[in-house]
């Protein structure tokens, strides 16, 4: 039997942000990959077509605003939405997320019932 | 037919070196392989170290960058350390992370600013000064991020400073730990970091 579940991208050079996400995203009934930073993610995101990207912000060899914009660049061009989530909360930092291509941001942390909620949104096309 | 001698060729001209003037001056070039170059030929050069900060503030191109980070880096002075410090606070996420990571290559210069880091009143650069101790090879490195852990009043640098330590905890961190979720007890990253890290 084939795994339907949508499968996310959890994006983070944390490892307890990464493991945070999994389960979180696991319980959710997602299929979840996880990436190191932004250059692993586009590299991820050449070879598996993702249901949705949930990416960091501050992260080393490329951060979370250069992968989104990768992303959406014509090399990757994927249309998969983008959840960003970061520790940043100054103002502007949300914009500056908008125009890299994500589809949300949002503030860590994000509680289980939220990140679920929001991730099911996003991958059904509801705008959260 | 015998072997034909030929003359031989004329020696290359070969250029002289660039001056650490005109170096300095090709940090501010239009193309950025010639800054890239530039930024690596000034390796050692300390007069060189003002226009290579000056450069980094402005330098959005990420291999120009981490070429000026390098030659920075490599100083390891107070004045470089001040200089890329300044950056932990910067706007620009990716500067501010290549500032980090050069920062925590700096054993010498940096410990003298991580203090005055650890009582920023951006709670995101203390965030960043947790990814600096992460890798900064010195001896006090665990005691400062323990110190964020036990003392700081931002539940999203406690857990980037027990992200930090995860590599090196022990037996000993764990009264931290749980003294750190007693802290927070309503965050729920900051409670399964500390579950995760206890397991």
């Known amino acids: 039997m084939t795994d339907k579940r949508p499968k996310v991208l959890v994006v983070d050079d944390a490892a307890t942000v990464r493991l945070y996400h999994r389960t979180l995203l696991d319980n959710a009934g997602f299929e979840v990959a996880e990436a190191a930073n932004g250059l692993e993610a586009v590299e991820a995101a050449l070879s598996t077509a993702f249901d949705l990207f949930v990416i960091d912000v501050n992260m080393p060899k490329m951060d979370g605003y250069a992968c989104v914009e990768t992303l959406r660049s014509e090399t990757v061009g994927t249309p998969a939405p983008v959840l960003m989530i970061s520790t940043e909360d100054r103002p502007g930092d949300a914009d500056r997320a908008y125009a890299a291509g994500a589809n949300l941001y949002l503030v860590k942390p994000v509680d289980a019932e939220r990140l679920a909620r929001v991730a099911r949104m996003l991958t059904a096309g509801i705008a959260a | 037919m015998g072997l034909v001698r030929r003359d031989a060729p004329p020696p290359e001209e070969t250029a002289a070196p660039p001056t650490t003037g005109t170096l300095m001056r090709q940090l501010d070039d239009a193309d950025p392989d010639c800054r890239r170059e530039a930024a690596l030929g000034l390796g050692g050069v300390a007069e060189a170290v003002p226009a290579l900060l000056r450069r980094i503030a402005v330098e959005t191109e990420p291999l120009v960058r981490d070429a000026v980070l390098t030659t920075l880096a490599a100083h390891d002075t107070a004045k470089v350390a001040d200089g890329l410090g300044g950056h932990l606070a910067s706007d ?17 210069s940096v410990p003298a600013i991580i203090p005055g880091l650890l009582t920023d009143p951006d709670h995101d650069v203390r965030v960043m000064t947790a ?40 037996p000993e961190h764990h009264d931290l730990l749980r003294a750190a979720v007693q802290r927070f007890p309503d965050d729920p990253f900051l ?6 890290a206890l397991r």
Not at chain 2, 95 to 100: G, I, P, Q, V
Not at chain 2, 140 to 150: R, V
């Open chain 2, 191 to 196: 409670r399964f970091t500390v579950e995760a």
């Open chain 2, 131 to 170: 990814m600096v101790l992460a890798d900064l090879p010195h001896p006090e490195s665990q005691a400062w991020l323990a110190q964020m852990i036990a003392e700081d009043a931002h539940p999203n640098v406690v857990t980037a400073a027990i992200d930090a330590l995860l590599p090196s905890l022990g």
């Open chain 2, 92 to 108: 620009d996420a990716g500067l501010r992370t290549a500032a980090a990571e050069a920062l925590a290559t700096m054993p010498v």
